[in-house]
């Protein structure tokens, strides 16, 4: 699902919003996630799942077409783990 069919999406469900607030609802929603992240907070929203930053070790890296080595810097990532609730709607039980 990309912004654009997600705006869509509650627009249908929520026709007296006009599309308009939806897009900037969504955007800001979207910025305070970035923002919470950069400071290195952790993002938790109950029943879907939590995101947060990690930082992965330099390394060495290889090129498989070359087998060169090539050094790999620090770096932050972004780190999902979901919820019970939205683990157990993608795997039901029967």
């Known amino acids: ?3 654009s069919e997600l705006i869509n999406s509650i627009a249908k469900k929520y026709p007296n919003l006009g599309t308009s607030d939806i897009k900037k609802l969504v955007d800001v929603i979207f910025a305070e996630f970035t923002k919470a992240l950069v400071k290195g907070d952790r993002v938790e929203i109950r029943g879907f799942g ?9 390394r060495a890296a290889r090129n498989p077409k070359t087998n060169e080595t090539i050094p790999l810097a620090e770096r ?3 780190y999902f783990r979901m919820g019970k609730e939205f683990f157990n709607k993608l795997n039901p039980v029967n």
């Open 1 to 3: 699902m990309t912004k």
């Open 50 to 58: 939590s995101i947060s930053v990690r930082r992965r070790q330099s």
């Open 76 to 78: 932050n990532v972004v």
